[in-house]
């Protein structure tokens, strides 16, 4: 698991996978998680970078930071409601 | 002499159980198949037959009359599959042992968890009785708002909902009730198709079908008092008519064996499709993990790696065989009409004949003589 300044409950790695995969994947993870937990979703695919944010923003969830890694992005998302 | 047993005798375990007779001696190998249904059915034409009541026998075929002779069928259910014992228990009570196992269970349509279909609005065209329902409910229809949506993620043959979307315009518009009646389309992405150009496409036609597209909406639950689909994304769409594909899951049978994942699919490695931590199992078809999409074309372009794979370890070689992920889909926009896509591990949709060529729309029902006289048999 990933080091970081936040306690990652569920870790998603969507590498190698396209859209719909990554967002799906979240989507799912966020289903499961609990309401302040914080996610980490692993993303190499372009079309991720719309539209996860624009989804977090719709669901009114938080995404609290993207931090780009050598060939991939991860997503740090926080669980609101 | 090597014993096959295959579970499962839909699209995948017909197919590859005819491939594998097609490359193996009868000495050498016998090939069991384990399924209690007696036909075979070709899917796509629910579409279709959702609006038209044509005899069963148009799109249904014994199983006796696509199974190399070979095979040997056993109508029962797989009811425990013991992966140390290398056996599966059927419900005739008969304990069979296997060499090789071979999983195609599919997808289990768990409609119990929608808990709405019983509801004379509340219906679906993945099961042949759910069907025949939707064809009462859509002659009954007389206006009103028709609303169409996946319930999870994965689901069979992606495009399909978006399609019926189409297929109900051009129903309604035959009827003369178009002008009071409303389509809408709700998908879990901001676009009504993953890849981009595609969903492009599709919006074009939509907007001159008059079509309404309702992004991000994740099906959380129905409402079924108050007719409304509820998102995960708190939105509450009103319906007169829901058209709600079930929830899909892995079966029984393989959850208890420990073989499926969260959802109950088969972990199965991409490219060989083995069976993940498993000697001697590989899965094919909707029961699997794989991320490419549920569909018969999937089944289709992946039975050879698999026959391969497990002829290589019969003869104690390594099974390397890769199946990349090639496959193809049509998106039907009319009857006549559709989008032909290529796919493969490596790279997204790529289209092709994104002109909504009129000859492609007739492919996918023509598709169907194909599929009985040379696919399912496993000539091509
Ligand atoms: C409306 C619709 C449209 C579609 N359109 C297309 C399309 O255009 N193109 C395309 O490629 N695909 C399409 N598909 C998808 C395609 O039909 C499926 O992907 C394909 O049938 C999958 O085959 P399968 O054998 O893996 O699973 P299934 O067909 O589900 O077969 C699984 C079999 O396993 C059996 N089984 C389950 N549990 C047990 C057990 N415990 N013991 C023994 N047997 C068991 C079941 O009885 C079943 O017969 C469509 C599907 C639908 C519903």
């Known amino acids: 698991m990933f080091m970081t300044k936040y306690d990652i409950a569920i870790e998603i790695d969507a590498r190698g ?65 | 002499m090597q014993r ?33 249904r007696e036909d075979n059915v070709y899917e796509p034409f629910y579409l279709y037959w959702s609006f038209r009541k044509d005899p069963l026998k148009k799109f ?16 029962a259910l797989a009811t425990k599959i013991d992966t140390k014992n290398k056996s599966v228990d059927l419900s005739n009570g008969e304990t069979i042992r296997y060499d090789y196992l071979i999983i195609a269970t599919g997808a289990r349509m768990a409609e ?3 808990g709405a279909y019983e509801k004379d609005n509340v219906h679906h065209f993945y099961l042949t009785k759910a069907t025949t329902e939707l064809q009462e409910a859509l002659k009954n229809f007389n206006g009103g708002t028709i609303v169409i949506s996946p319930s999870t993620v994965p689901y069979k043959c992606p495009p399909a909902p ?20 409303t389509i809408k389309f709700l998908y879990p992405l901001l676009r009504p198709y993953p890849e ?50 079930p929830p899909h ?39 699997t993990n794989l991320p490419v999409s549920k569909s ?4 289709h372009f992946s039975a050879p790696t698999v026959a391969k794979n497990l002829l290589l370890e019969m003869e104690g070689k390594e099974p390397t065989e890769k199946y990349d992920g090639f496959t193809i889909c049509f998106v039907v926009t009319s009857p006549r009409r559709s989008l032909l896509l290529f796919f493969s591990y490596a790279y997204p949709p790529k289209k092709f004949g994104l002109h909504n060529l009129f000859i492609y729309g007739l492919v996918k029902k023509a598709f169907k003589i194909a599929y009985f006289k040379a696919i399912l048999r496993g000539y091509l």
């Open chain 2, 4 to 36: 096959i047993v295959i579970v499962g005798g839909g699209f995948s375990g017909i197919n590859v159980a005819n491939k594998i007779s097609m490359k193996t001696k009868r000495k050498d190998v016998s090939i069991i198949l384990i399924e209690p």
């Open chain 2, 112 to 114: 119990e968890k929608v």
């Open chain 2, 196 to 245: 981009r150009r595609v969903a492009a496409k599709i919006q074009e036609l939509y907007d001159k079908r008059g079509i309404e597209f309702v992004e991000f909406f994740n099906f959380e639950r129905v409402d079924k008092e108050n007719n409304k689909i509820v998102s995960l994304e708190g939105d509450e769409i009103d319906y007169d008519l829901l058209v709600l594909i």
């Open chain 2, 249 to 287: 899951e892995g079966h029984k049978v393989i959850i208890e064996a420990g073989l499926g994942d969260r959802e109950g699919f088969v972990p199965t490695d991409r490219f060989t499709l083995k069976v993940k931590d498993q000697d001697n199992i590989y899965a094919i078809g909707d029961c």
């Open chain 1, 17 to 81: 996978s396209f859209c719909p995969g990554p967002m799906m994947e979240l989507i799912k993870a966020i289903r499961q998680s609990e309401v302040g937990e914080f996610l980490s979703l692993l993303s190499e695919d372009e079309g991720t970078r719309n539209d996860v944010p624009a989804w977090i923003n719709k669901a009114k969830h938080e995404l609290v930071e993207i931090i780009y890694e050598d060939g991939y992005d991860r997503y740090i998302v926080k669980k609101l409601h």
């Open chain 2, 60 to 75: 249904h075929i014994p199983i006796r009359k696509v199974l190399r002779k070979r095979v040997q069928h056993i109508p």
């Open chain 2, 162 to 181: 978006m399609e019926f979307a189409f297929m109900v315009d051009r129903y309604l518009r035959k009827r003369k009730i178009r002008d009071k009646s």
């Open chain 2, 296 to 299: 018969g074309a999937v089944s």
